[in-house]
């Protein structure tokens, strides 16, 4: 069997929170399902906002022209077999983080699709309400949905849960386990 690969991005600033934490246990359950995972700090990285140059739509091989460290990354997106985004919700949708990297993949949009059509989409959110809609955990939703129904990747499992301090999701096991079988789930679709 050839390992899939899996490719985690977290959007929160903080290593340990609880979108870090629960990103963790996603990584935990490819990795027992046989995926080669790489995960990456987007609060650590260099990434640059979208210019809107569209230099990036000529071809489908065509990259963002922007010299920063979402270069590294285009390589892997186009060879993973499945994404994972882990966000904080804050303001009412995903972190600042999130949005950039977001907006960068439209480096992979060309007119011949996308480069993430098909890949298996996993989401991972947390949020301080206890509420998904007073939190705004649903808009953030809304975008994931919307968006990669658009490219056409499906997404095989969004987890998200609450917790007020940082790391306080890992003592929710209902969602520490659903973390974990998302994992398993997109390395093995049944």
Request: hydrophobic share 35%.
């Amino acid at each position: 069997m050839v390992s899939s690969k899996v490719i985690v991005v977290i959007g929160s600033p903080r290593r340990g929170g609880n979108s870090d934490t629960l990103a963790k246990q996603v990584v935990a359950g490819t990795r027992e399902a046989g995926a080669e995972v790489e995960s990456f700090h987007l609060h650590e990285m260099d990434i640059r906002p979208c210019d809107a140059c569209d230099e990036c739509q000529g071809d489908a091989s065509a990259d963002c022209r922007i010299p920063d460290d979402m270069q590294p990354l285009y390589p892997k997106l186009r060879s993973a077999d499945a994404l994972v985004i882990a966000s904080p919700v804050y303001f009412f949708t995903v972190s600042a983080q999130t949005k950039l990297f977001m907006d960068r993949c439209y480096a992979l949009e060309s007119p011949q699709g996308s480069a993430l059509k098909g890949k298996r989409i996993g989401i991972v959110l947390t949020y301080g309400d206890t509420d998904p809609f007073t939190s705004g955990a649903v808009n953030a939703l809304r975008t994931f949905q919307d968006a990669f129904r658009y490219i056409g990747a499906p997404i095989v499992g969004m987890v998200y849960g609450s917790a007020s301090k940082s790391g306080e999701i890992r003592y929710n096991q209902g969602v520490m386990d659903r973390a974990y079988e998302l994992g398993k789930q997109l390395v093995h679709l049944d």
